[in-house]
T-cell receptor, first 118, second 108 residues
Framework: QVQLQESGPGLVKPSGTLSLTCAVS?????????WTWVRQPPGKGLEWIGE???????NYNPSLKSRVIISVDKSNNQFSLKLTSVTAADTAVYYC???????????WGQGTLITVSS | SYELTQPPSVSVSPGQTARIPCSGD??????AYWYQQKSGQAPVLVIY???KRPSGISERFSGSSSGTMATLTISGAQVDDEADYYC???????????FGGGTKLTVL
């Protein structure tokens, strides 16, 4: 049973940097899977942010690419999201997820609400 | 940028079959995935690789894909199936994922 838990500041000031971590249990971050971040603004749909493979290879949403970094922290068995120059439009519930043994985002965290406000 | 298009809403009566379409230019070459999201909860994968069902997902959920259209079918829809449903796929490069806008399924 893979478990994912997002953690972050809850509130970020405009123009600041949003930093989130996803703690992984029940699996190794070194396993041969993709790990992803997805967000959902209040009352709106899901948006794929990007993904990272255990090797460190990353793919990002083209609309966010200039502001996003996803990285792996092998020593703490977690992966992270950094989003720079945030605005109110970045207010959302942020989810981390891992693909299943076949494909598709099968394992999800519970999500964490990040509000961008002064 | 690449887009997947879904209708905003679908409504059926209990016991009827609900069909939710998702269109995208790369779907002939890229798999479609379907997620169910109930209010206040994380998404749940209900169909992967166009037609496959993860363990634990009811047989009432099925998927198909033809040309630029993927379809999620829910047979014998139940009130408990009321949720938002999102299709997901990749662009033609395979490097960028994208979700459809979501379809709110109402069963009443």
């Amino acid at each position: 049973q893979v478990q994912l838990q997002e953690s972050g500041p809850g509130l970020v000031k405009p123009s600041g940097t949003l930093s989130l971590t996803c703690a992984v249990s029940g699996d190794s971050i070194n396993s041969s899977h993709w790990w992803t971040w997805v967000r959902q603004p209040p009352g709106k749909g899901l948006e794929w942010i990007g993904e990272i493979y255990h090797s460190g290879r990353t793919n990002y949403n083209p609309s966010l690419k200039s502001r996003v970094i996803i990285s792996v922290d092998k020593s703490n068995n977690q992966f992270s999201l950094k989003l720079t120059s945030v605005t109110a439009a970045d207010t959302a519930v942020y989810y981390c997820a891992r693909e299943g043994d076949s494909s598709g985002w099968y394992w999800w965290g519970q999500g964490t609400l990040i509000t961008v406000s002064s | 940028s690449y887009e997947l298009t879904q209708p905003p809403s679908v409504s059926v009566s209990p016991g009827q079959t609900a069909r939710i379409p998702c269109s995208g230019d790369a779907l002939p070459k890229k798999y479609a995935y379907w997620y169910q999201q109930k209010s206040g909860q994380a998404p749940v994968l209900v169909i992967y690789e166009d037609t496959k069902r993860p363990s634990g997902i009811s047989e009432r959920f099925s998927g198909s894909s033809s040309g630029t259209m993927a379809t999620l079918t829910i047979s014998g829809a139940q009130v408990d199936d009321e949720a938002d449903y999102y299709c997901y796929s990749a662009d033609s490069s395979g490097d960028h994922g994208v979700f459809g806008g979501g379809t709110k399924l109402t069963v009443l």
